[in-house]
């Protein structure tokens, strides 16, 4: 099946390059390494909605954009935090170390494990972590937030949207920060970024953190939190090559390590659960990009990642131990080439990536048991198209693409897995979109998409057998199909350049089928079925504001504001209709802004999140229970001491609100950071 895709793939660019003429005066004006030159550069670029660079505001499909600035004014140590802060998102965060994965408009994501429903990648391709933790905040130049499916594009995992972390590529002369932060909880942290030119040919960027918070957190009812210290440690490089004019090949690598990560378990069970993890994370990619017959830009990236975690159970009545063991590691190549004539655009395109998860699993008493899920691998070959026509004088813009998936599914020999059986399986799925943008003046315009996705089943949820450590038989099914949804969405925008005032509301409607789900067949005896089916009604909207322009002033200032509202958000399963889990019904981002340009600049920001139904794992019988809203107040306040040297004062949780985003673990009350730079 591989050479099929690879001959067909292969055939798709020689026919794209024999079909559409060469254009030479328009080659003229594209450069592989710089903004295209019929785009103004004034306007905010962006990749992810069509693995090309365009402009933001030709794109049908919604996108969030959260530049530099805005992480940098974010209040919080890690990704999570910079997600749920200006993005109206659901999260799943942990307290202490536990960084988390994110849900977009209602479409409910995994916390454990490779499959996910939201996609996350660096600079496009794949991050191959299970959590946003090894995510240093100093190397993002921004973050994109692709909003619906996007599954014609990436493949599985994309059902929700794709959040895209572009990284820092600097250039010119080498500048370099230093960082020292103190804070609430004992906490500290110190880190180091640097990058610009070697030589006129030759760039890169390195960088490089920890963080360390030595005492538990205490929570916003003024009780400490036991067990929620932790220690990480990242470090960051990449080094870019201008082979000529046309071509680049550029290398980077990341590496992440957290150590003595406390996880207290549901506050309910006290201390009767708490674990301790040591976690890994390292990967890396290479990317070759440039320009073959002038018009065609061409992309190969090759990458890798791995990730280890490693358990210590400190459960009441026994001897801390080590429980369990898990093992993640990713390889891919991505291949694709952008056909460019007069201003529209088609790229082709062919993915490939291979997913191997391994585990261990131990008694109290040290022995070796086999592990909660088989030893597996999910390997995926898939070819794509996507394409950008311009009309009307750029006043209707239409998008369209496909993508072909051939997967395999394998559970692999487990040791110490009680009956277990290994067995491989393959299905194909095929998910194609389409977008349309009609700009009907300079202030007004209408967008509209429609798409499919799936997400791929577990691999034991299809091949294998075995019995788990209560003694009851699980089986996969063979005959089980992927998740698939079909998403449509329409919104109207209104921009004002003289005023500062930008506006999008936004319609979207998902309908979800053959979810997986476990199901008794009889006594002990648990198979898979498509059993499920969900529907999600909500409205999207985003706001900003800068009246400075507007005012003539010399500072300035912004409001912001974005919010998501769930109409609907129900799934039914064997055991009948209920809400979905994990999601809130209402979720919304207001902030404003200021910056004098000289020596001060400060942001407040509330972030409000509604009620959502939960599971309670604590209690027998694990009934469902509502978590109730809250709204959380932060205050982010900087001064320029000198030209190159900078204080920033945060607060988090201002008001000191008891929340949690996971019921069962309230996360920090008010808590104060310190922190200054040195740049030179």
């Given at each position: 099946?591989?050479?099929?895709?690879l001959?067909g793939?292969?055939?798709?660019?020689?026919?794209?390059?024999?079909?559409?003429?060469?254009?030479?005066?328009?080659?003229?004006?594209?450069?592989?390494?710089?903004?295209?030159?019929?785009?103004?550069?004034?306007?905010?670029?962006?990749?992810?909605?069509?693995?090309?660079?365009?402009?933001?505001?030709?794109?049908?499909?919604?996108?969030?954009?959260i530049s530099?600035?805005?992480?940098?004014?974010?209040?919080?140590?890690?990704?999570?935090?910079?997600?749920?802060?200006?993005?109206?998102?659901?999260?799943y965060?942990?307290?202490g170390?536990?960084?988390?994965?994110?849900?977009?408009?209602?479409?409910r994501?995994?916390?454990?494990?490779?499959?996910?429903?939201?996609?996350?990648?660096?600079?496009?391709?794949?991050?191959?972590s299970?959590?946003?933790?090894?995510?240093?905040k100093n190397?993002?130049?921004?973050?994109?937030?692709?909003?619906?499916?996007?599954s014609?594009?990436?493949?599985?995992?994309a059902?929700?949207?794709?959040?895209?972390i572009?990284?820092?590529?600097?250039k010119?002369?080498?500048?370099?920060?230093?960082?020292?932060?103190?804070?609430?909880?004992?906490?500290?942290?110190?880190?180091?970024?640097?990058?610009?030119n070697?030589?006129?040919?030759?760039?890169?960027?390195?960088?490089?953190s920890?963080?360390?918070q030595?005492?538990d957190?205490?929570?916003g009812n003024?009780h400490?939190?036991?067990?929620?210290s932790?220690?990480n440690y990242?470090?960051?490089?990449?080094?870019?090559?201008?082979?000529?004019?046309?071509?680049?090949?550029?290398?980077?690598?990341?590496?992440?390590?957290?150590?003595?990560?406390?996880?207290?378990?549901?506050?309910?069970?006290?201390?009767?659960?708490?674990?301790?993890r040591?976690?890994?994370?390292?990967g890396?990619?290479?990317?070759?990009?440039?320009?073959?017959?002038?018009?065609?830009?061409?992309?190969?990236t090759?990458y890798?990642?791995?990730?280890e975690?490693?358990?210590?159970?400190?459960?009441?009545?026994?001897?801390?131990?080590?429980?369990?063991?898990n093992?993640?590691?990713?390889?891919?190549?991505?291949?694709?080439?952008?056909?460019?004539?007069?201003?529209?655009?088609?790229?082709?395109?062919?993915?490939y990536?291979?997913?191997?998860?391994?585990?261990?699993?131990?008694?109290?008493?040290?022995?070796r048991?086999?592990?909660?899920?088989?030893?597996?691998?999910?390997?995926?070959?898939?070819i794509?198209?996507q394409?950008?026509?311009k009309?009307?004088?750029?006043?209707?813009?239409?998008?369209?693409?496909?993508?072909?998936?051939?997967?395999?599914?394998?559970?692999?020999?487990?040791p110490?897995?009680t009956g277990?059986?290994?067995?491989?399986?393959?299905?194909?799925?095929?998910?194609?979109?389409?977008?349309?943008?009609?700009?009907?003046?300079?202030?007004?315009q209408?967008?509209?998409?429609?798409?499919?996705?799936?997400?791929?089943?577990?691999?034991?949820?299809v091949?294998?057998?075995w019995?788990?450590?209560?003694?009851?038989?699980?089986a996969?099914?063979s005959?089980?199909?992927?998740?698939?949804?079909?998403?449509?969405?329409?919104?109207i925008?209104?921009?004002?350049?003289?005023?500062?005032?930008?506006?999008d509301?936004?319609?979207?409607?998902?309908?979800?089928?053959?979810?997986?789900?476990?199901?008794?067949?009889?006594?002990?005896y648990?198979t898979?079925?498509?059993?499920?089916?969900?529907?999600?009604?909500g409205?999207?909207?985003?706001?900003?504001?800068?009246?400075?322009q507007?005012?003539?002033?010399?500072?300035?200032?912004?409001?912001?504001?974005?919010f998501?509202?769930?109409?609907?958000?129900?799934?039914?399963?064997?055991?009948?209709?209920?809400?979905?889990?994990?999601?809130?019904?209402?979720?919304?981002n207001i902030?404003?802004?200021?910056?004098?340009?000289?020596?001060?600049?400060?942001?407040?920001?509330?972030?409000?999140?509604?009620?959502?139904?939960?599971t309670?794992?604590?209690?027998?019988?694990?009934?469902?229970?509502?978590?109730?809203?809250?709204?959380v107040?932060?205050?982010?306040?900087?001064?320029?001491?000198?030209?190159?040297q900078?204080?920033k004062?945060?607060?988090?949780?201002?008001?000191d609100?008891?929340y949690?985003?996971?019921?069962?673990?309230?996360?920090?009350g008010r808590?104060?950071f310190?922190?200054y730079?040195?740049?030179?």
């Amino acid at each position: 099946m591989s050479k099929y895709l690879l001959m067909g793939v292969v055939a798709l660019y020689l026919s794209i390059f024999h079909i559409f003429p060469l254009n030479m005066a328009m080659a003229e004006k594209i450069s592989n390494f710089e903004k295209i030159k019929y785009l103004s550069p004034m306007e905010e670029m962006v990749v992810t909605a069509t693995r090309t660079m365009e402009k933001k505001s030709f794109l049908p499909q919604v996108m969030d954009v959260i530049s530099k600035k805005e992480i940098k004014r974010t209040v919080g140590n890690d990704l999570t935090e910079v997600l749920k802060k200006n993005s109206s998102l659901d999260v799943y965060e942990y307290p202490g170390g536990y960084s988390g994965t994110i849900s977009i408009r209602g479409v409910r994501s995994d916390y454990w494990g490779t499959n996910k429903h939201c996609a996350i990648l660096i600079d496009g391709r794949p991050m191959g972590s299970t959590t946003l933790a090894p995510i240093d905040k100093n190397i993002i130049e921004r973050v994109e937030i692709l909003k619906g499916p996007a599954s014609s594009l990436y493949g599985s995992d994309a059902m929700g949207g794709v959040v895209n972390i572009i990284t820092k590529q600097s250039k010119g002369k080498i500048k370099t920060s230093l960082g020292m932060e103190g804070g609430s909880f004992n906490t500290w942290s110190a880190d180091m970024v640097s990058g610009g030119n070697i030589t006129d040919q030759l760039n890169f960027n390195i960088s490089g953190s920890t963080r360390q918070q030595n005492d538990d957190i205490r929570m916003g009812n003024e009780h400490d939190r036991d067990h929620t210290s932790f220690k990480n440690y990242k470090g960051n490089a990449g080094f870019g090559l201008d082979i000529n004019s046309q071509w680049r090949l550029a290398i980077k690598g990341n590496w992440f390590a957290g150590r003595d990560i406390k996880h207290p378990g549901d506050i309910d069970l006290g201390i009767a659960k708490q674990k301790t993890r040591d976690f890994d994370q390292y990967g890396g990619d290479l990317k070759l990009s440039g320009i073959i017959a002038q018009n065609n830009e061409i992309d190969l990236t090759i990458y890798t990642s791995s990730e280890e975690n490693k358990y210590f159970y400190e459960f009441t009545g026994t001897t801390p131990y080590k429980g369990s063991w898990n093992h993640y590691n990713w390889v891919g190549a991505q291949l694709q080439g952008t056909h460019r004539w007069n201003i529209h655009s088609l790229t082709l395109g062919f993915d490939y990536q291979k997913i191997d998860e391994k585990g261990k699993s131990w008694k109290s008493n040290g022995t070796r048991k086999g592990p909660w899920r088989p030893d597996n691998e999910r390997k995926t070959m898939s070819i794509f198209t996507q394409s950008m026509l311009k009309f009307v004088d750029d006043h209707l813009i239409l998008t369209a693409g496909g993508r072909y998936n051939f997967i395999e599914l394998k559970t692999l020999y487990t040791p110490y897995k009680t009956g277990f059986t290994p067995k491989s399986e393959t299905f194909n799925a095929f998910n194609p979109s389409t977008g349309l943008k009609f700009i009907i003046s300079p202030q007004w315009q209408v967008h509209s998409t429609i798409g499919t996705a799936f997400v791929a089943p577990k691999p034991e949820q299809v091949a294998g057998i075995w019995v788990n450590s209560w003694g009851s038989t699980i089986a996969g099914n063979s005959n089980l199909d992927p998740e698939t949804s079909i998403t449509w969405d329409a919104g109207i925008s209104y921009i004002r350049d003289d005023l500062g005032l930008s506006c999008d509301l936004t319609y979207f409607k998902t309908d979800i089928d053959d979810k997986v789900e476990k199901i008794k067949v009889r006594n002990k005896y648990y198979t898979y079925e498509n059993a499920d089916t969900a529907q999600i009604r909500g409205l999207e909207g985003d706001f900003s504001f800068a009246p400075g322009q507007l005012l003539n002033l010399n500072s300035s200032i912004k409001f912001f504001a974005n919010f998501t509202i769930l109409l609907k958000a129900e799934e039914k399963l064997s055991t009948g209709q209920r809400d979905i889990r994990n999601i809130a019904d209402r979720k919304a981002n207001i902030g404003m802004e200021y910056d004098d340009g000289h020596f001060f600049n400060g942001c407040i920001m509330a972030r409000y999140t509604g009620k959502k139904k939960d599971t309670d794992w604590a209690v027998k019988g694990s009934p469902e229970v509502e978590n109730p809203c809250f709204t959380v107040v932060d205050i982010s306040l900087g001064l320029h001491i000198t030209e190159n040297q900078h204080i920033k004062f945060q607060i988090d949780n201002v008001f000191d609100k008891y929340y949690y985003e996971n019921k069962g673990y309230p996360l920090p009350g008010r808590s104060f950071f310190l922190k200054y730079t040195i740049d030179f």
